[in-house]
């Protein structure tokens, strides 16, 4: 999802993403410490994209 959809998006919408994208990222690294891993650059596209989010909540909690 690209920055600028995300920033339309309300805090709630935000907080289900980012938790939704949290058991993403806990299936993939144990799908990565059983070997059975098909797109180790996911990981860092999840980790990536859940930054966003909690730079988009950090800006509407101050602004």
Do not use: C, H, W
Not at 2 to 20: G, H, I, P, V, Y
Not at 40 to 61: D, N
Request: proline share 2%; charged share 45%; glycine share 4%.
């Amino acid at each position: 999802m690209k920055t600028n959809q995300m920033r339309d998006k309300s805090a709630d919408e935000l907080l289900t993403r980012e938790k939704d994208l949290t058991e993403q990222l806990y299936k993939l690294r144990f799908q990565r410490a059983t070997g059975r891993m098909e797109a180790p650059s996911k990981v860092k596209e999840v980790r990536r994209e859940i930054a966003r989010i909690k730079t988009l909540l950090g800006e509407k909690a101050r602004g």
